[in-house]
Nanobody, 120 residues
Framework: QVTLVVSGGGLVHAGGSLRLSCAAS????????MGWYRRAPEKQRELVATITSEGHTTYADAVKGRFTISRDNAKNTMYLQMNSLRPEDTAVYYC??????????????WGKGTQVTVSS
């Protein structure tokens, strides 16, 4: 099964930038879609962005124009470039990878969350 390692969170002032990385490893046939969720204190989990193996992307309205999701298939790594950060972006960010495994089955792996804190 896939294992995901997340890095890149931290503390930044409003207007600043951060880049999150999510590196995949393990046993699987292919990685299909990947994406990022976030969970802010006392709020529901929110889907931030997704990317398919072909590079098609989707974004939550709250981050459109500020965040960019990308992936390097050769490195099995996905990125989330976050620009013009706002205090409301403060959350724990999680990545996931939907994979195809043997027997025609599918498995979705999750990375440990990384804290992003944006100060005003």
């Amino acid at each position: 099964q896939v294992t995901l390692v997340v890095s890149g969170g931290g503390l930044v002032h409003a207007g600043g930038s951060l880049r999150l990385s999510c590196a995949a490893s393990g046993t699987y046939l292919s990685i299909n879609s990947m994406g990022w969720y976030r969970r802010a204190p006392e709020k529901q989990r929110e889907l931030v962005a997704t990317i398919t193996s072909e590079g098609h992307t989707t974004y939550a309205d709250a981050v459109k124009g500020r965040f960019t999701i990308s992936r390097d298939n050769a490195k099995n790594t996905m990125y989330l470039q976050m620009n013009s950060l706002r205090p409301e972006d403060t959350a724990v960010y999680y990545c996931y990878a939907a994979t195809s495994i043997s027997g025609g089955c599918h498995y979705t792996g999750w990375g440990k969350g990384t804290q992003v804190t944006v100060s005003s």
